[in-house]
């Protein structure tokens, strides 16, 4: 399996990494912006081909962080403000033919919300382990003291694969200078 995902800025890195060691007993992926899911994405040359196109020819964009908020009781997230993120997402959705049924179960397309995860209540594979919805909450109430909503400029994404219980990156694709 694989995804797309964009790395956060140094300071929101290391604030949500450390908010997930100190109440998740295991994270299986960093924190990262889903920019494409799992849904038509391996390693055939025409598929990086694809990707490395779409990418290359994309200017470096910002983005922002809004406020941290939940999609129901499940999965605390912080979401983000980013016109040039959308466009770039449908794009890749659009070339790698995503079907109807795929874009509803990985919320892409129409229904993306940009965004990065804090923590969830529940994982598929064991990937990470360790909240519930009274330690998401908790998380929340103690993220927002903290000064982790600048806007950052994303100039490279990355593509990762499962390996083991845990998302590793495997290859780097570089957006356009600005």
Request: proline share 1%; charged share 25%; aromatic share 18%.
């Given at each position: 399996m694989y995804f797309i995902g964009i790395v956060p800025s140094e300071d929101i890195y290391t604030e949500l990494t450390n908010l997930q060691e100190k109440y998740m007993n295991k994270i299986g992926v960093e924190p990262h912006v889903t920019l494409k899911a799992q849904s038509?994405?391996?390693?055939?040359?025409?598929?990086?081909?694809?990707?490395?196109?779409?990418?290359?020819?994309?200017?470096?964009?910002?983005i922002t962080p809004k406020?941290?908020?939940?999609?129901?009781e499940q999965v605390l997230y912080l979401s983000l403000y980013s016109p040039e993120l959308i466009i770039l997402h449908n794009?890749?959705?659009?070339?790698?033919?995503?079907p109807k049924?795929?874009?509803?179960?990985?919320?892409?397309?129409?229904?993306?919300?940009?965004?990065?995860?804090?923590?969830?209540?529940?994982?598929?594979?064991?990937?990470?382990?360790?909240n519930n919805y009274r330690t998401l909450l908790e998380m929340k109430k103690?993220?927002?003291?903290?000064?982790i909503f600048n806007s950052f400029l994303v100039e490279k994404v990355y593509l990762?694969?499962?390996i083991d219980h845990n998302y590793e990156r495997i290859k780097t694709?570089?957006?356009k200078n600005i």
């Open positions: 038509q994405l391996n390693e055939s040359r025409e598929r990086l081909n694809q990707i490395h196109n779409i990418i290359s020819k994309t200017k470096q964009f910002y406020t941290i908020e939940f999609f129901g794009k890749l959705v659009d070339t790698l033919n995503v049924e795929l874009k509803e179960y990985y919320f892409e397309g129409e229904l993306f919300v940009p965004h990065i995860t804090i923590g969830k209540t529940t994982y598929f594979n064991d990937i990470s382990s360790g103690e993220l927002q003291n903290k000064n990762y694969q499962y694709f570089y957006l």
